[in-house]
């Protein structure tokens, strides 16, 4: 069992930076690939960005990539989300999710565990 706690998120002017952290229980979090995900209201949730349990592959959404970057540390069981150049379309809550294989997926269905989310607001 994996649980997962995201911080970080808040209210930013578009152009702005946040870094969202997601912090992990368990020993077995090095071997899991992490994602992150966002849902705006009246959207279903999509995919933004994973890593594999190695750091040596990451995938992003078009919609982010040259803005946002992933990244973890394994000795710490924490994945980190950093988020430049936000725009009001950024606008979500953005959840965390761990992938018990050795795949790096982008789709909702492949996680199987999920933080509670934590709010992205970005003013124009």
């Known amino acids: 069992q994996v649980q997962l706690v995201e911080s970080g998120g808040g209210l930013v002017q578009a152009g702005g930076s946040l870094r969202l952290s997601c912090a992990a229980s368990?020993?077995?979090?090095?071997?899991?690939?992490m994602g992150w995900f966002r849902q705006a209201p009246g959207k279903e949730r999509e995919f933004v960005a994973a890593i594999s349990w190695s750091r040596a592959i990451t995938y992003y959404a078009d919609s982010v990539k040259g803005r946002f970057f992933i990244s973890r540390d394994n000795a710490k069981n924490t994945v980190y989300l950093q988020m430049n150049s936000l725009k009001p379309e950024d606008t979500a809550v953005y959840y965390c999710?761990?992938?018990?294989?050795?795949?790096?997926?982008?789709?909702?269905?492949?996680?199987?565990?999920w933080g509670q989310g934590t709010q992205v607001t970005v003013s124009s």
């Open positions: 368990g020993r077995t979090f090095s071997s899991y690939a």
């Open positions: 999710a761990a992938e018990a294989s050795s795949r790096v997926g982008v789709f909702t269905y492949e996680y199987d565990y």
